[in-house]
């Protein structure tokens, strides 16, 4: 497609359930990132994959997280046991390169983002 | 501890004047700098960047300034277009670091009146 795409675009789980949330990055890119963006907060980092490795996952909030790329094109973020500070959009980005964002026009392109309600 | 603060929420300017928008950071590790838009309901995009080398980069109407002494920069839109209505983001990077990971300030709404 033209851009990142994420699915589902909005979900409301109720507290305990399971999710997973989708990221169709930009053809042939080879970062992918997630960031987590609560409500009058600025986005942050959750995890970062360089094709189908996961090089740093410091970002993310608890083991309950769990992100994989396993094919190093569509990733998933996957929330267990979900609480109701997990309530966020959920944002997946990719850049063609291994480089810094920005730079020598590494641009990183942003989705929509997946919003979370948790109930 | 937010290591890029953005402190005003919100800006409000008419059409044709000026915008300033203000960033501040406390890690002294961090030596590029970014700018992003977002609009309600999408993603941020890139708008403009800066090296830590540099304390001017300018791309048509926005201006990013950087006064690394008192790990200040700021954005200037010249001339605002109701267009540029959107919340702005200013992020830092510590290029030695995880060069990869942007460490985001909390945005500042911005409101360009006709």
């Known amino acids: 497609g033209a851009g990142v795409s994420q699915s589902p675009r909005y979900k409301v789980a109720k507290r305990g359930q399971d999710v997973a949330l989708r990221c169709d990055p930009i053809?042939?890119?080879?970062?992918l990132f997630w960031y987590q963006q609560a409500l009058g907060q600025g986005p942050e980092f959750l995890t970062y994959?360089?094709?189908?490795?996961?090089?740093?996952k410091s970002g993310l909030p608890s083991d309950r997280f769990f992100a994989e790329r396993p094919e190093g094109s569509v990733s998933t973020l996957k929330i267990q046991r979900t609480q109701q500070e997990d309530s966020a959009v959920y944002l997946c980005?990719?850049?063609?390169?291994?480089?810094?964002?920005?730079?020598?026009?590494?641009?990183?392109?942003f989705g929509e983002g997946s919003w979370l309600t948790v109930v | 501890d937010q290591q890029v603060k953005q402190n005003s929420p919100s800006l409000s300017v008419q059409e044709g004047r000026i915008s300033i928008l203000n960033c501040d950071y406390t890690?002294?590790?961090?030596?590029?700098f970014l700018w992003y838009k977002k609009y309600p309901a999408e993603g941020p995009t890139f708008l403009i960047s800066?090296?830590?080398?540099?304390d001017k980069n300018e791309d048509g109407r926005f201006t990013v300034f950087l006064n690394k002494s008192a790990k200040h920069l700021s954005l200037h839109i010249v001339p605002s277009q109701p267009g540029d209505s959107a919340v702005y983001f200013c992020?830092?990077?510590?290029?030695?670091?995880?060069?990869?990971?942007?460490?985001f300030g909390k945005g500042t709404l911005l409101t360009v009146n006709p």
């Open positions: 053809s042939g890119h080879v970062s």
């Open positions: 994959f360089q094709n189908e490795a996961q090089l740093d």
């Open positions: 800066i090296s830590s080398i540099k």
């Open positions: 890690n002294s590790m961090f030596d590029y």
């Open positions: 980005a990719s850049s063609h390169r291994v480089a810094i964002p920005g730079l020598l026009g590494n641009t990183i392109y």
């Open positions: 992020a830092a990077i510590n290029s030695g670091g995880s060069n990869y990971k942007l460490t």
